[in-house]
């Protein structure tokens, strides 16, 4: 590194616009410029090899994991433009190809057991992301010895590589729910009896996640009544989602939070919780659906499949559902049709495809909560008759 050292630094002259090169004066090293140093020739080509392929698979895996057509877009132009400022480095094409020396790398050998190992496509996308900045930053640098101004548009492009790299990555953080059967979503107002012996009879039943939905209530007693669920509730395995309120889900240790269309973005949520909340998203059609996949949503709530008495909406229906289960990316994604759902109707959903389904009233309202509850875990886990 020392002896590398000494002859980056004598390419360097009094007059920073020239670079001084064996056996020539200053030039852009392009086709009829002066020859560059083989050593840093073979810096920048190494690094628009890395910083290339590193683009490419950002945007494959933008492209067919998340079926985010815009997002590879942006990717994609990244990857264009950096040909374009490869190109005003001063170094030409002819000189990168001459100077690379794939046999002689001494660092070609060098792995680490973690270069061997992915364990999901968010750890590939990770090391794709890391390895182009680093790529962007050495060319940077380099493109300081060889041309003036052009290290500008590496670091143009590296601050747009972390973008890209943010969007990517939260994208692919999103699924991480399990496929609950049925979710309760508990609201006093309708409860039958105390609500929070709604939500242990809902438990007994066999619902897989409670949801706390109360819009009105003080935030002191919103966090007493979160906190008192997960007492309940995590014993069992049983998830807790908080409506609308990821501060409240964090200060009582709750499993997630769910948003609507109108509340907080989930992207603003993840800067508050990053991954230590599920965020669950509303969707109402298939472009909200490709909305919350590409914002990394854990879950979508999907619906409304029915009329209901909690929330005026239109009805998407059952072909919203089909819609969203039958694509090759949202399908992969855990789902609560929900809206208007009760033993009276579940099964029609059941045969649509739905593994998941979230309810109210239905269990809310009724004498025996924990025997409604019972009967759609067992009609949704039946499937299809």
């Not at 509340?263 to 659906?289: C, F, I, P, Q, Y």
């Amino acid at each position: 590194m020392k002896r590398l050292g000494r002859r980056m630094l004598g390419l360097m002259t009094s007059d920073p616009k020239n670079v001084v090169v064996p056996g020539g004066s200053g030039g852009s090293g392009g086709a009829g410029g002066s020859a560059v140093d083989p050593a840093v020739a073979r810096l920048i080509d190494a690094n628009a090899n890395r910083a290339r392929e590193g683009l490419r698979v950002m945007e494959d895996l933008a492209r067919f994991v998340l079926g985010a057509g815009s997002m590879a877009g942006e990717i994609k132009q990244l990857r264009h433009d950096l040909r374009t400022v490869v190109a005003t480095i001063g170094v030409g094409a002819e000189a990168l190809l001459a100077a690379r020396d794939t046999v002689g790398d001494v660092g070609a050998a060098n792995k680490t057991v973690a270069e061997g190992e992915r364990g999901a496509a968010s750890e590939v996308a990770a090391a794709a992301c890391k390895r182009v900045g680093e790529a962007l930053r050495v060319l940077e640098e380099c493109a300081k010895l060889t041309s003036e101004g052009a290290w500008r548009g590496f670091e143009r492009l590296r601050y747009g590589a972390y973008g890209a790299e943010q969007k990517l990555m939260l994208a692919l953080m999103g699924g991480r729910a399990s496929q609950w059967a049925v979710c309760v979503l508990i609201t006093e107002a309708l409860c039958s009896r105390p609500w929070l012996d709604v939500a242990r009879a809902a438990v007994t039943g066999g619902a897989e996640a409670i949801q706390l939905r109360e819009k009105g209530l003080p935030d002191h007693e919103l966090l007493v009544r979160a906190r008192a669920l997960v007492a309940v509730c995590r014993p069992a395995g049983v998830a807790v989602i908080v409506n609308d309120r990821p501060d409240i889900a964090l200060l009582a240790g709750a499993d997630g939070v769910h948003l609507g269309q109108e509340d907080l973005a989930l992207a603003e949520v993840r800067k508050l919780a990053g991954g230590r909340l599920l965020v669950g998203l509303s969707t109402h059609n298939e472009a909200e659906a490709q909305a919350a996949i590409e914002a990394g949503a854990d879950y979508c709530g999907v619906g409304a499949m029915f009329a209901t008495t909690t929330k005026v909406r239109d009805v998407s229906g059952a072909g919203y559902l089909r819609s969203y289960l039958s694509h090759e990316v949202w399908g992969r994604t855990p789902h609560l049709a929900i809206g208007g759902i009760g033993p009276e109707n579940v099964q029609k959903l059941v045969n649509a495809g739905a593994r998941g389904i979230a309810v109210s009233g239905c269990v809310c309202r009724a004498a025996d909560p924990q025997s409604v509850t019972a009967e759609l875990v067992m009609a949704v886990k039946r499937g299809p008759v």
